[in-house]
């Protein structure tokens, strides 16, 4: 049946019904259970719409991470991290469809824990659509959303955790190796510590965690991956040296650098407004509304912080800072976009702007190479926009919130640095120290980003 | 014959390629450079980090001239590209050995 014969259908029940009840001038009862039914299959499909577009807008973030990432390496490297980030993202979503989706959400399922006292491992299993032109009986959940438009929405949020990694490891990472972490933590690492919170998982049932779109379940999940990856993998060759000296390696296209953080700005609207879950209710409505109000001034606030800072910091604005303090901002407003006042949410996201400034320089004084500011921006600012839910949600707990970012780190981070261990004893996770300076480009891929230009 | 090989401003060369084209420089060689002189590098910050900036882009130029017009491509050459801060560059002269134009196969200043 196809859609349009598919509404025709349904208005044509409806019409019909409304008919039938006014002309035998029918009791109320009869109308009321039309329009009943009515309402609900109207909520199902706003509250599917929701993640249809809130997942088209996450999957832009995609193209956002790409070009952020591009501009900001070198010009010898940029085709590589374009193809990681193809690559990737690709791969993220076919791992999720086979692994993560009902590791994710066993819907009560669990292969270890339950529901009420807490749950640990979801379930095994390659995710399934609901059949074609479903009707009312032949949907997952009638009071929720289309199984294909949650399940569309939901990888999209893995395939952006998997993105943040790729932009702190560039420029001497090797991309077999790369795709291979990659596809453990949207397998397994991802999947297992959001369900904990999102899936009803021991987070969230037992210890009553808050994150409402992801600053601890996606963005710190991702920090903390490339926390290890980065201290596995070394920095890059050049970097530092041995008196101290950090040596800037200038972004090759700024352009592009901002292109792509306004693009996440945007994607963001997806990210945070979708995580509402639901559109069917005024309720619902007005608080997609707040979500995107706050999500962007945060964005406005970190951006602004990091403006104001770095001039007072260098006497010179650094736009690869105002960059990665908007995201900062982004970032923090994450965890909780729904209940600040649009002043608050500024601040926090402010605050996000200012972690990210200092946090850039105190990583290079570790020797800790992160090409793009990822681990600041959604490892640091994960933390504190997860921390921050306490100043505008009463329902936050210390505990909650605290107990639940240290199980997810230490999760997180040692499963990641002991893959990255073994990826770096098996396979070899660096390029050569040849191939490093000549340029991945044309050393692991044949291929130039600027082929007319010079090379640096 | 005589090469002469100029470092200049970048943006003086449009003003430069027009007073030698009057003096009736024919031919132009032009490269981008970085260089310094003696010009003292500065500080820059990138992301914390602070860096010495030691090259400032030029433009070289080069071209081969008849002997009885070198000295006058020369004065041309610095009084257009002159502005009187630091950095204006240098012009250097030297002797050529053969020329050939290799489409016609001339030799010698008629090559130039």
């Known amino acids: 049946m196809n859609k349009f014969s598919k509404k025709m259908n349904k208005f044509s029940k409806i019409i019909t019904t409304g008919v039938l009840a006014s002309a035998m001038a029918a009791p109320a009862l009869a109308q009321e259970a039309a329009s009943q039914e009515a309402a609900v299959h109207t909520q199902f499909i706003f509250n599917s719409l929701l993640f249809l577009i809130g997942g088209f807008l996450v999957f832009w973030m995609a193209a956002g991470f790409t070009m952020l990432e591009a501009g900001l390496v070198r010009s010898k490297n940029v085709t590589m991290q374009l193809t990681k980030n193809m690559a990737l993202f690709s791969l993220a979503g076919i791992i999720y469809y086979l692994v993560g989706y009902n590791l994710m959400y066993p819907l009560g399922n669990w292969m270890i824990g339950a529901d009420e006292t807490g749950g640990y491992i979801g379930a095994i299993g390659v995710a399934a659509l609901e059949v074609v032109g479903a009707g009312a009986d032949a949907l997952d959940d009638l009071s929720y959303a289309s199984t294909g438009s949650d399940f569309f929405f939901q990888l999209m949020f893995a395939a952006a955790t998997a993105s943040i990694v790729s932009g702190a490891l560039a420029e001497r990472i090797k991309l077999w190796p790369f795709l291979v972490f990659v596809a453990i933590l949207t397998g397994l690492i991802y999947p297992i510590q959001a369900s904990w919170k999102w899936g009803g998982g021991f987070l969230d049932s037992q210890l009553g965690f808050l994150d409402f779109a992801g600053s601890t379940v996606v963005h710190s999940v991702g920090g903390w991956a490339a926390l290890a990856g980065a201290l596995v993998l070394g920095a890059r060759t050049g970097r530092y040296g041995k008196d101290g000296r950090v040596v800037p390696f200038h972004g090759s296209n700024l352009p592009l650098a901002t292109l792509g953080t306004f693009i996440l700005w945007m994607g963001w609207f997806g990210f945070n407004g979708g995580s509402q879950l639901a559109m069917g209710t005024l309720g619902d409505v007005t608080d997609i509304s707040r979500i995107f109000a706050n999500t962007n001034t945060a964005a406005m606030g970190g951006a602004l912080a990091a403006l104001v800072l770095t001039q007072l910091l260098y006497k010179k604005p650094d736009l690869t800072m105002i960059l990665n303090g908007a995201l900062a901002g982004l970032v923090a407003i994450t965890a909780e976009p729904l209940t600040p006042t649009l002043g608050q949410a500024t601040l926090i996201g402010a605050m996000g702007g200012i972690i990210v400034v200092f946090a850039v320089p105190m990583l290079d004084k570790l020797k800790i190479d992160d090409v793009v500011g990822a681990i600041p921006v959604h490892l640091f600012a994960g933390i504190w926009g997860t921390m921050a839910v306490l100043f505008t949600n009463p329902e936050a707990t210390l505990k909650g919130q605290l107990l639940s970012i240290v199980i997810v780190g230490v999760f997180v981070f040692v499963i990641s640095y002991v893959v990255w261990m073994i990826l770096k004893a098996t396979m070899g996770i660096r390029v050569s120290q040849e191939a490093e300076i000549n340029g991945l480009d044309m050393t692991e891929l044949g291929m130039e980003a600027y082929p007319d230009f010079t090379n640096r | ?112």
């Open chain 2, 1 to 112: 014959m005589k090469l002469i090989i100029a470092a200049i401003k970048p943006f003086k060369l449009e003003e430069v390629r027009e007073a030698l084209t009057t003096i009736g420089v024919q031919g132009l060689m032009v490269s981008e450079i970085k260089g310094y002189g003696r010009q003292a590098g500065h500080t820059e910050i990138y992301r914390g980090a602070e860096y010495v900036v030691n090259f400032i882009p030029k433009i070289k130029l080069e071209m081969v001239v008849a002997d009885d017009i070198a000295e006058q491509v020369v004065e041309a050459l610095a009084a257009a590209a002159k502005t009187g801060s630091i950095g204006d560059g240098k012009v250097f002269v030297l002797n050529v050995e053969t020329s050939l134009r290799v489409r016609t196969g001339e030799t010698g200043d008629e090559a130039l």
